[in-house]
């Protein structure tokens, strides 16, 4: 499905990601740990369709239930005890703690998932290049590494399934020794690759002072728009911080702020914040129906 605010300026793309992976980082309150969910599910469904529902349904859900159980068995905190297990207190405090915990790691996965297919490695090299070249470059090769790892390995090992040799196939020793050998091909394919990769850069001219590079995104009206929107809602989510409004003490005690008028501004600002590209998107669909319609 196209999105709408893949094609903002890569400075707005990148600021969005980095307000919704700092503000899911340190707030910890209920609130905005279930905005932060939601938002983030919403936004990587719209993405990937029906892949990310498997993928959510399948790894996400599992491992929201893994890290909730875990908390409350290796974290004894708290004044609630509920009951215990071989002496060892098992308390409420560390049950919610748990859950929060658990659903903070797992919105952050999905906002780097969507950052992935948002944040293309041209875009990353585009804000970041000139500043710390080197840097950049790295960290636009490693986010590319395990896909194309992952996309090689599918094609040699069909190309050994065709053939009887996959790793799937024959007895267990068969199949180690089949197995190895495609790890063998996929370790001699990167290799082959990264020095194709180096003396590509080399005959480009990389590193070399005064070279200049091509880049095809405009900062127009439209972009200044959305980034003094997006500055306006994250103004408002820290103003609501310095009010004590988004954070929670979970021990000894559960401890929350109390509710005002202004925790609902608040709320309502993170909200928007984090679905701030299906806005986007919801606009753009709208204005395209409105098009077809009156031609």
Not at 162 to 188: E, H, M, P, W, Y
Not at 230 to 253: D, I, K, M
Request: charged share 15%; with cysteine.
């Amino acid at each position: 499905m196209r999105d709408a605010f893949s094609g903002f300026h890569p400075l707005v793309n990148f600021a969005f990601f980095l307000a919704a992976v700092l503000c899911g980082m340190f707030f910890m309150h209920p609130v905005f740990l279930g905005i932060s969910l939601a938002c983030s599910l919403a936004y990587s469904l719209y993405l990937g369709g029906r892949k990310s529902l498997k993928f959510s349904l399948l790894y996400m859900l599992p491992l929201l239930l893994l890290v909730a159980v875990l908390n409350p068995l290796l974290n004894h905190e708290g004044a609630t005890i509920l009951l215990y297990i071989n002496d060892n207190p098992l308390t409420l405090e560390a049950i919610l703690y748990g859950a929060a915990s658990a659903v903070m790691f797992v919105s952050m996965l999905l906002w780097f998932s969507c950052y992935n297919a948002v944040m293309t490695s041209d875009k990353f090299l585009y804000l970041f290049g000139r500043v710390i070249p080197s840097l950049s470059l790295v960290l636009s090769m490693t986010l590319r590494l395990v896909p194309r790892l992952r996309a090689q390995l599918r094609v040699i090992s069909h190309a050994q399934k065709c053939v009887g040799r996959d790793a799937s196939q024959g007895n267990v020793v068969r199949r180690v020794r089949n197995g190895g050998k495609i790890l063998f091909i996929l370790i001699t394919w990167a290799l082959e690759n990264a020095v194709d990769t180096a003396d590509s850069m080399r005959s480009r001219g990389f590193g070399l002072r005064g070279r200049t590079a091509f880049s095809n995104y405009r900062f127009d009206a439209r972009d200044r728009a959305a980034m003094g929107i997006l500055a306006g809602l994250f103004a408002v989510v820290l103003a609501g911080l310095f009010a004590g409004q988004n954070t929670a003490v979970y021990f000894p005690l559960v401890t929350l702020p109390p509710l005002t008028p202004f925790s609902f501004v608040v709320y309502a600002a993170y909200a928007v914040l984090l679905l701030f590209p299906l806005i986007v998107n919801l606009q753009e669909a709208i204005v395209w129906r409105r098009l077809k319609s009156a031609a």
